[in-house]
């Protein structure tokens, strides 16, 4: 009931085009549900994130999609570029007031982008 | 702003030797770090949660003897990796928690000959 299930494992977008990931849960108390970007050789960096109360949440080129009856959210990556190409991990915790709780991560996924 | 820094970047040591790692938040406080380990094309593996002032929480499976994590203040956390074996070759990553966020540090390669 803790994990965060993610995928596609790996995605190869052509510039340009939209790379979708998706992601799904178990725990309904999970309440923040932040995405990563991760470069090789470096950590984690929070890119977008979206809380249950709100369906959609968009800045730039990337969009969160939340779907809180289905226990699904996903990232939208539009008109993809080859700097996007990076690893991103999608992630829930339960946050509480302020102090947040441990995050579970989701296996990540592979985006190449294809100039 | 919420920059966190790990140091060292890269490290490589012998069988039987121990291995200090640093993990800073520059420009906030802290008063909780959470210490990652990742394989190669794996996901994040969370080991501890590290709270300023009290003994870190260990997360199954992971020997707190061996990672010893001490949070002496509200901008610095260290891992220790106590006379470190081949299999302890990771990339070892710190997070600091702000304002209902997590920030990470950019990670510390540790290879053990």
């Known amino acids: 009931q803790q994990q965060v299930k993610q995928s596609p494992q790996s995605l190869i977008v052509q510039k340009g085009g939209i790379s979708i990931i998706n992601c799904a849960y178990e725990?309904?108390?999970?309440?923040?549900f932040p995405w990563y970007q991760q470069f090789p050789g470096k950590g984690p960096a929070l890119l977008i994130a979206?809380?249950?109360?709100?369906s959609e949440k968009k800045e730039g080129r990337f969009t969160i999609s939340f779907n809180k009856s289905a226990k699904q959210f996903s990232l939208h990556i539009m008109d993809s570029q080859p700097g996007d190409s990076a690893t991103y991990f999608c992630a829930a915790t339960m946050n509480y007031g302020g102090s947040q709780g441990n995050l579970i991560f989701g296996k990540g996924t592979k985006l190449s982008v294809k100039p | 702003g919420a920059v966190v820094s790990q140091h060292p970047s890269r490290v490589i040591c012998k069988s039987g030797t121990s291995v200090k790692i640093e993990c800073r938040s520059l420009?906030?406080?802290?008063?909780?770090m959470f210490w990652y380990r990742q394989f190669p094309k794996q996901s994040l593996m969370l080991m501890a949660t590290?709270?300023?002032?009290?003994?870190?929480?260990?997360e199954q499976g992971v020997e707190k003897d061996k990672f010893l994590i001490n949070h002496a203040s509200l901008t610095l956390s260290t891992l220790t990796v106590t006379s470190a074996h081949p299999e302890d070759s990771s990339f070892y990553i710190c997070?600091?928690?702000?304002?209902?966020?997590?920030?990470f540090g950019p990670g510390t390669r540790l290879t053990v000959l």
């Open positions: 725990n309904t108390a999970f309440d923040y």
């Open positions: 997070s600091a928690s702000w304002r209902g966020l997590q920030f």
């Open positions: 590290s709270n300023e002032g009290s003994k870190a929480t260990y």
């Open positions: 420009d906030f406080q802290a008063t909780t």
């Open positions: 979206i809380r249950p109360d709100v």
